[in-house]
């Protein structure tokens, strides 16, 4: 799941597609970490805790960049990254 | 007796010279002058003060003692032991130099307020004299040879920016480079001469016998431990006194480092009597003067060296004042010829039991007396010539000519300071200019008999000028259209000061100035040898006569006469003898065509060009990654993450 979430973010124009492709990231690092804690610390939860935190997390990242998405929609008026190349030579 | 008060007289004029410096361009031209004049006059007041104090203490053994009230570790060497102090030194000539640079400071400072009045840098003069007393105050108090060579090279500075204090006008900028280059480049012998001798030696001190008495725990020069030196082959320590020398010799002009002296009279002729006649010139004599012991004791042969440049350089000075037409030429190499007098009789001085024998030492008394008397008489001639000069606005020659009828009272000066420099008795220049005679005569009969030829040459050319101003052809229609007048009060008083002392020096001391400084410390009698007394008095008396005879009339037949005999000498020695062609064939074709310019092409094209090849490499190399800053995000991400993965492969391998 990881390495499908790279590519989506490497590959998608749109932003929307690309904070998708994050969000498949996150939640791959977090079945693996709940995967692990079952495997190996049967008695522990840390794993877990670990776990809650990162979805909430993630979540307040999300709305973070969907503002930053509406901000953008409104200055150049679509939604493909490669419009954002000001910053370049 | 306190000598703490000493300080005074160096800080006092670098004071002068700060406040003037930076806050002269609000000052007015008599607020500036006004307080250039004051200081100078009190620390000319301190200088005799000390003088008196110094002189008419006990004496020690019969030796006046050399006391250092102030003396200072300013560099320590801890490896070697070599230590740079400041500090001052008080010894019967750094005394009598105190005497001579304050007396005649203070006079031209009085007098600059007449001769550069309206001058646009009036504060900048005055601050430029003030740092000038100064230096030169600090070369004659040191304690230590490098303390003397940081003054020297101080000196060397404000004479430079006196010089070139016209500097708008193409000559002046060129004689003040010119003297600071000669003098700079004589100097590097004496660095190399001070490095040699304060390795062999261990210590840069003056202090040679440590019976110097250190004041208020003034920290104790450690005496120079000669016998490395010595054991080192006896030509250490002549080669070191001799290349220090040289640096003395540049900076008095001995041939053929004399090229800067004449061309230095393009700065304001107050300059030229302060520093280019009673001061500065004489710093290279004074180097010698207070070397003495050890050239006497270790190079006396070298000493005999110095002897012979001294006589060749009075020799070919006074050859070409001769036929100068500018009176401050003439005056240069008069003072070029006079300080070649002091060298020689420096010079002549015979070690046979010398230190404890005031005869054989002779010389050394007559110089340093002939370096007093010279500085005011030289002074009295150059402030008179600034007169001159101020009433006929010109340095030549052909506008002159019966001015004793306008200016009186610069005729009668400039007459007195003319006998005196001739030796005639009773005026002060007779009696030390007598005592070289005698000093030379004893040396060798040779060299008394070139020396008092020298003299007679003195009298003649002297009196030419004399004559050539005040009598002589009168360029009357010049003088209808600017009439010449005497000049202010401000302006002649100094003047008959100077004169003052040049007629009663000679005579008026209680105990002859032997008594004050001597080779030895001891009081020294001078007496009167009348055979060199007589002969030298009447061969200036004949050169008097003969110039009289030759000048003195309307117009001069016989001068002319002579000139279309011989008319290839008239125009060797109006040129100077050619040096100052040499020197600029040598400079300009030789060294600056054949290696500067190689080596500058190198410097432009080599050193330059790889660093011009380094930037454009940097540039190109820019020109082709700047792609990698696209400003698309997803093309970072690709970069970064190949890195990571790098950097994963490098940690698991």
């Given at each position: 799941?990881?390495?499908?979430g790279?590519?989506?973010?490497?590959?998608?124009?749109?932003?929307?597609?690309?904070?998708?492709?994050i969000?498949?990231?996150l939640n791959?690092?977090?079945i693996?970490?709940?995967?692990?804690?079952?495997?190996l610390?049967?008695?522990?939860?840390?794993?877990?805790?670990?776990?809650?935190?990162?979805?909430?997390?993630?979540?307040a990242?999300?709305?973070?960049?969907?503002?930053?998405?509406?901000?953008?929609?409104?200055?150049?008026?679509?939604?493909?990254?490669?419009?954002?190349?000001?910053?370049?030579? | 007796?306190?000598?703490?008060y000493?300080?005074?007289?160096?800080?006092?004029?670098?004071?002068?010279?700060?406040?003037?410096?930076?806050?002269?361009?609000?000052?007015?031209?008599?607020?500036?002058?006004?307080?250039?004049?004051?200081?100078?006059?009190?620390?000319a007041?301190?200088?005799?003060?000390?003088?008196?104090?110094?002189?008419?203490?006990?004496?020690?053994?019969?030796?006046?003692?050399?006391?250092?009230?102030?003396?200072?570790?300013?560099?320590?060497?801890?490896?070697?032991?070599?230590?740079?102090?400041?500090?001052?030194?008080?010894?019967?000539?750094?005394?009598?130099?105190?005497?001579?640079?304050?007396?005649?400071?203070?006079?031209?400072?009085?007098?600059?307020?007449?001769?550069?009045?309206?001058?646009?840098?009036?504060?900048?003069?005055?601050?430029?004299?003030?740092?000038?007393?100064?230096?030169?105050?600090?070369?004659?108090?040191?304690?230590?040879?490098?303390?003397?060579?940081?003054?020297?090279?101080?000196?060397?500075?404000?004479?430079?920016?006196?010089?070139?204090?016209?500097?708008?006008?193409?000559?002046?900028?060129?004689?003040?480079?010119?003297?600071?280059?000669?003098?700079?480049?004589?100097?590097?012998?004496?660095?190399?001469?001070i490095?040699?001798?304060?390795?062999?030696?261990?210590?840069?001190?003056?202090?040679?016998?440590?019976t110097?008495?250190?004041?208020?725990?003034?920290?104790?020069?450690?005496?120079?431990?000669?016998?490395?030196?010595?054991?080192?082959?006896?030509?250490?320590?002549?080669?070191?006194?001799?290349?220090?020398?040289?640096?003395?010799?540049?900076?008095?002009?001995?041939?053929?480092?004399?090229?800067?002296?004449?061309?230095?009279?393009?700065?304001?002729?107050?300059?030229?009597?302060?520093?280019?006649?009673?001061?500065?010139?004489?710093?290279?004599?004074?180097?010698?003067?207070?070397?003495?012991p050890l050239?006497?004791?270790?190079?006396?042969?070298?000493?005999?060296?110095?002897?012979?440049?001294?006589?060749?350089?009075?020799?070919?000075?006074?050859?070409?004042?001769?036929?100068?037409?500018?009176?401050?030429r003439?005056?240069?190499?008069?003072?070029?010829?006079?300080?070649?007098?002091?060298?020689?009789?420096?010079?002549?001085?015979?070690?046979?039991?010398?230190?404890?024998?005031?005869?054989?030492?002779l010389?050394?008394?007559?110089?340093?007396?002939?370096?007093?008397?010279?500085?005011?008489f030289?002074?009295?001639l150059?402030?008179?010539a600034?007169?001159?000069?101020?009433?006929?606005?010109?340095?030549?020659?052909?506008?002159?000519?019966?001015?004793?009828?306008?200016?009186?009272?610069?005729?009668?000066?400039?007459?007195?300071?003319?006998?005196?420099?001739?030796?005639i008795?009773?005026?002060?220049?007779?009696?030390?200019?007598?005592?070289?005679?005698?000093?030379?005569f004893?040396?060798?009969?040779?060299?008394?008999?070139?020396?008092?030829?020298?003299?007679?040459?003195?009298?003649?050319?002297?009196?030419?000028?004399?004559?050539?101003?005040?009598?002589?052809?009168?360029?009357?229609?010049?003088?209808?259209?600017?009439?010449p007048?005497?000049?202010?009060?401000?302006m002649t008083?100094?003047?008959?000061?100077?004169?003052?002392?040049?007629?009663?020096?000679?005579?008026?001391?209680?105990?002859?100035?032997?008594s004050?400084?001597?080779?030895?410390?001891?009081?020294?009698?001078?007496?009167?040898?009348?055979?060199?007394?007589?002969?030298?008095?009447?061969?200036?008396?004949i050169?008097i006569?003969?110039?009289?005879?030759?000048?003195?009339?309307?117009?001069?037949?016989?001068?002319?006469?002579?000139?279309?005999?011989m008319?290839?000498?008239?125009?060797?020695?109006?040129?100077?003898?050619?040096?100052?062609?040499?020197?600029?064939?040598?400079t300009?074709?030789?060294?600056?065509?054949?290696?500067?310019?190689?080596?500058?092409?190198?410097?432009?094209?080599?050193?330059?060009?790889?660093?011009?090849?380094?930037?454009?490499?940097?540039?190109?190399?820019?020109?082709?990654?700047?792609?990698?800053?696209?400003?698309?995000?997803?093309?970072?991400?690709?970069?970064?993450?190949?890195?990571?993965?790098?950097?994963?492969?490098?940690?698991?391998?």
């Amino acid at each position: 799941m990881l390495f499908i979430g790279i590519y989506g973010f490497l590959t998608r124009r749109n932003t929307l597609a690309i904070l998708i492709s994050i969000e498949l990231m996150l939640n791959a690092a977090d079945i693996n970490f709940a995967a692990f804690n079952r495997l190996l610390f049967p008695t522990g939860q840390e794993g877990y805790f670990f776990t809650l935190f990162s979805i909430a997390i993630s979540a307040a990242e999300t709305a973070v960049a969907i503002a930053v998405m509406i901000n953008i929609y409104r200055n150049l008026k679509n939604n493909f990254v490669d419009t954002l190349d000001k910053l370049k030579w | 007796m306190d000598y703490t008060y000493t300080y005074l007289i160096l800080l006092l004029p670098f004071l002068s010279f700060l406040f003037l410096g930076l806050t002269g361009k609000w000052l007015s031209h008599r607020t500036a002058g006004l307080i250039g004049t004051l200081v100078l006059g009190t620390v000319a007041v301190l200088s005799y003060y000390t003088a008196f104090e110094y002189f008419t203490a006990d004496r020690v053994n019969g030796i006046f003692q050399t006391l250092v009230p102030y003396n200072f570790t300013w560099l320590p060497f801890y490896d070697e032991g070599l230590h740079f102090d400041i500090g001052i030194m008080l010894d019967p000539i750094s005394v009598m130099m105190l005497i001579v640079i304050s007396t005649v400071s203070l006079m031209v400072h009085i007098y600059s307020f007449g001769y550069m009045h309206g001058e646009r840098g009036f504060q900048r003069y005055y601050a430029f004299l003030g740092l000038f007393s100064m230096s030169m105050l600090g070369l004659v108090l040191a304690t230590n040879i490098f303390q003397m060579y940081l003054f020297w090279e101080l000196v060397g500075v404000c004479s430079y920016l006196l010089i070139g204090f016209y500097y708008t006008q193409g000559p002046a900028v060129a004689a003040s480079k010119k003297a600071f280059i000669v003098t700079r480049f004589a100097d590097l012998g004496f660095l190399i001469g001070i490095l040699i001798y304060g390795y062999y030696t261990g210590s840069f001190s003056f202090d040679f016998t440590n019976t110097a008495v250190y004041l208020n725990g003034a920290a104790p020069g450690v005496g120079a431990g000669l016998s490395k030196a010595i054991a080192g082959a006896g030509f250490i320590l002549p080669t070191a006194l001799f290349l220090m020398f040289i640096g003395g010799a540049g900076k008095s002009a001995m041939f053929p480092l004399h090229i800067w002296l004449p061309d230095a009279m393009e700065g304001p002729t107050p300059v030229s009597a302060l520093i280019h006649a009673a001061t500065m010139v004489v710093a290279g004599v004074f180097q010698v003067a207070r070397m003495f012991p050890l050239w006497i004791q270790y190079a006396p042969d070298t000493l005999h060296i110095v002897a012979w440049i001294g006589a060749f350089t009075a020799l070919y000075a006074a050859a070409v004042a001769c036929a100068q037409s500018d009176i401050k030429r003439v005056l240069a190499f008069s003072t070029i010829s006079q300080i070649a007098f002091m060298m020689v009789a420096l010079g002549v001085c015979l070690p046979e039991g010398s230190f404890t024998d005031n005869h054989a030492s002779l010389g050394y008394m007559a110089s340093l007396y002939h370096l007093f008397t010279h500085a005011m008489f030289k002074a009295t001639l150059f402030l008179c010539a600034g007169c001159i000069i101020h009433a006929v606005h010109s340095n030549e020659m052909e506008f002159m000519g019966g001015m004793h009828k306008y200016m009186p009272i610069t005729h009668i000066t400039f007459l007195i300071a003319c006998l005196a420099i001739s030796g005639i008795p009773p005026f002060s220049g007779f009696y030390s200019k007598d005592e070289i005679l005698v000093a030379a005569f004893q040396y060798s009969s040779a060299l008394g008999w070139i020396m008092t030829g020298i003299a007679a040459m003195t009298a003649f050319y002297m009196f030419r000028l004399y004559f050539g101003i005040f009598w002589g052809t009168e360029n009357k229609a010049y003088h209808e259209k600017h009439k010449p007048h005497e000049s202010p009060a401000v302006m002649t008083v100094p003047l008959i000061f100077l004169t003052l002392i040049t007629i009663t020096i000679g005579w008026i001391l209680p105990g002859t100035f032997g008594s004050y400084v001597s080779a030895t410390g001891k009081a020294y009698h001078i007496d009167i040898d009348m055979n060199v007394a007589i002969t030298s008095v009447s061969i200036a008396l004949i050169s008097i006569a003969l110039a009289t005879w030759i000048y003195a009339r309307n117009s001069q037949p016989i001068a002319n006469r002579l000139k279309a005999a011989m008319p290839q000498l008239h125009k060797w020695a109006y040129h100077r003898f050619y040096i100052d062609d040499i020197y600029q064939f040598v400079t300009h074709r030789i060294i600056f065509a054949h290696i500067s310019r190689p080596i500058a092409w190198f410097d432009r094209h080599i050193v330059d060009g790889f660093f011009n090849f380094l930037a454009w490499g940097t540039n190109a190399t820019s020109y082709q990654i700047r792609t990698l800053q696209s400003g698309r995000v997803q093309q970072y991400a690709l970069v970064f993450l190949f890195g990571v993965l790098i950097l994963i492969l490098m940690l698991i391998l």
